[in-house]
């Protein structure tokens, strides 16, 4: 029999469902209807139908939004690399090489202390809001070791990508062309079958653009999905071969041109900004305003890395993106949760229409607009995953 589960007493529920009112379908003093995972019915509670629920939980006037979806991770790694950052603080720039500290400890790391790790990191998404969330490899570099982090991330996603094309590892320095052969054969035979996406770090001290054409059609071939690392560390043609290959999303995109907005306005693919990383980099943060007005589909993530942003907490994501990228706050709402899920191509999460995964956040507060208002605050009251 299916299990049915109302949840009313809902002071403000964001639904995205345009039969509501505005951009996020918000209703006020309103009510969810649960059955068997997924939402049934949303509205104003007085006209809940309450003789069909089999259980009824009261939300006590707080807000509920859709769980937040981090459409770009790097969770499964091993090290610290507080020292880089508190140097980077220092004065010292941000590059690309400091990647490779990264997979070496990760390369030492058992198994057994990655997925101890990863579990951790899991609780904080959840208890931070997070319902959905990709993860990346990319701190392996060797076919075992990228094996093993996508078989690890596969424990606790379906949304892995392949990130092989990372950085060329140390033991490649001298012949990078080897390792993208490398790359696109051995290693994405033994990774394709535990991924979703393929994805490139397409940028100087990285990939070039060439390079990362071969690797992200090798992975097409293979039935993988695209992504892209672009223009975080500059400009480049990384945003034009993502649209080149209808690519998913093309992340970063810190220094764009008005060429690449143009490319993406009239593309399907979603400029997922990351705000954590400028942050933490003190690089200047993407034109999110000149992207939304142009008509680009915009989500926010975390990056959750140990290099560039180590923060899991999409709350402070779009309380930086409303404070620093002149997004207002039902912009950055929409894009931590229906825009990452239109980075990951999901029509099943990120919203509560009716069909929709039941995943949502209960807040302690009476707004959604309290994640950008009271910033730093704790205001995940319970999470909630269908």
Request: negative net charge.
């Amino acid at each position: 029999m299916p299990h049915a589960t109302l949840l009313t007493g809902i002071g403000e529920l964001v639904t995205f469902d345009p039969s509501h009112e505005g951009p996020l379908g918000v209703v006020r003093d309103a009510a969810l209807l649960e059955v068997d995972g997924r939402v049934e019915w949303t509205g104003p509670a007085a006209a809940a139908p309450r003789s069909d629920a089999d259980a009824v939980l009261d939300a006590g006037g707080a807000a509920v939004i859709p769980g937040f979806v981090d459409s770009h991770t790097h969770l499964v790694f091993g090290g610290d690399r507080a020292a880089e950052f508190e140097a980077r603080m220092a004065g010292r720039p941000y590059s690309a090489g400091g990647i490779r500290s990264t997979v070496a400890a990760t390369r030492e790391a058992s198994d057994e202390v990655l997925r101890a790790r990863l579990a951790r990191f899991v609780i904080e998404l959840r208890a931070q809001g997070t319902t959905t969330f990709e993860i990346k490899s990319g701190y392996g570099l060797t076919v075992p070791d990228e094996e093993r982090i996508l078989r690890l991330a596969g424990e606790v996603t379906p949304e892995t990508t392949f990130l092989g094309a990372h950085v060329v590892p140390a033991e490649y320095a001298d012949d990078p062309e080897a390792y993208v052969e490398l790359v696109t054969g051995a290693m994405l035979d033994a990774c394709a079958p535990h991924a979703r996406w393929i994805d490139v770090f397409c940028e100087t001290g990285a990939f070039t653009v060439e390079q990362s054409r071969r690797i992200l059609t090798a992975g097409a071939e293979r039935g993988l999905g695209v992504r892209v690392h672009a223009s975080q560390l500059g400009p480049g043609d990384g945003v034009a071969l993502a649209v080149e290959l209808d690519a998913a999303s093309v992340d970063h995109g810190t220094y764009l041109t008005d060429a690449d907005v143009a490319l993406l306005a009239g593309s399907d693919t979603v400029a997922t900004l990351l705000p954590g990383v400028e942050f933490s980099t003190r690089h200047p943060y993407p034109d999110a305003r000149g992207l939304i007005d142009a008509g680009v589909r915009v989500a926010l993530a975390s990056d959750c890395n140990p290099g560039s942003s180590f923060t899991s907490s999409m709350p402070f994501c779009i309380a930086v993106a409303v404070r620093d990228m002149d997004m207002t706050v039902p912009e950055a709402v929409r894009a931590a949760t229906l825009g990452g899920a239109e980075a990951l191509r999901r029509d099943d999460v990120g919203h509560l229409r009716p069909g929709a995964r039941a995943d949502y956040v209960v807040l302690d507060a009476p707004t959604y607009v309290h994640l950008a208002y009271r910033p730093g605050v704790p205001l995940v009251a319970s999470t909630h995953v269908a």
